[in-house]
């Protein structure tokens, strides 16, 4: 039996679970999806050599930077972001030895895994029926591998990006730098924190909520409850306001596609 699955720290509200093994269900195809926690990114290998049948992995919270150690390569989009949400796994005695192994990598000789970003595009066709006129800058709250993905498509697409962590550093200014003008030039937030996540639904990013206008798009990607606290106090100040459901079932097909058809 064919198996994929995920790989993160805390898996047990995992929409990828659900997804796909209801598309394997409805297809009458022998395979599985299962969910693997990480209690540290070094457990990865011995994952990968005790599932015979695993084809491939999606990547969560918080293993999207760290697991790129141990791949041979990166498609270029996922090179350029910095992280990766989903990874193909090619196997010697599957009939795949055409591949050069990254000297670099953990993984042994009999495995050859590559490394893709399909939160990007899962995000941008999201987001782009919500952009209007004014939306020259964004703020970006949080600097994880979901971050990387949001910057990169916003930058892709002609958006000024301002990151915002509770660890400010060059280039990424903390939630108390947040003045009425940054709110103001700042028409799009969104939040790639785990901030308001199932079971800590009641936690949300300390922006000046009371700041926001009807101009404002707030989009969370967590999807997890459907409404999250930002969500909440954002559209209780007249903003616009998304989840990350869309986006996630945008990088869960684009995700499938790789796993299906792409080669070496």
Known sequence: METYGIIGKKLGHSFSAVYFNKKFEREGRDAKYNLFPLEDISQFPSLIEQQPDLKGLNVTIPYKQD??????????????????????????????????????SLIKDDYYLMGFN????????????????????????????????????????????????????????????????????????????????YPDVDSYAPIPYDLLTDRHICYDVVYNPETTAFMKKAAANGATVKNGLEMLEGQAIAAWDIWENHAL
């Open 118 to 197: 399909t939160d990007a595009r899962g995000f941008r066709a999201s987001l782009l029926p919500l952009l209007h006129d004014g939306i020259k800058s964004a703020l970006v709250l949080g600097t994880g591998g979901a971050s990387k993905a949001v910057k990169y498509i916003l930058e892709n697409l002609g958006i000024k990006v301002t990151l915002v962590s509770r660890n400010p550093k060059e280039g990424v200014i903390s939630y108390s730098d947040i003045t009425p003008e940054i709110m103001n030039q700042n028409l799009l937030i969104v939040n790639t924190t785990p901030l308001g996540m």
């Open 67 to 104: 697991v790129i150690k141990y791949l041979d390569k990166l498609s270029e989009e996922a090179g350029e972001i910095g992280a990766v949400n989903v990874v193909k796994i090619f196997r010697k005695d599957q009939g795949t030895s055409n591949f050069e192994k990254n000297p670099d």
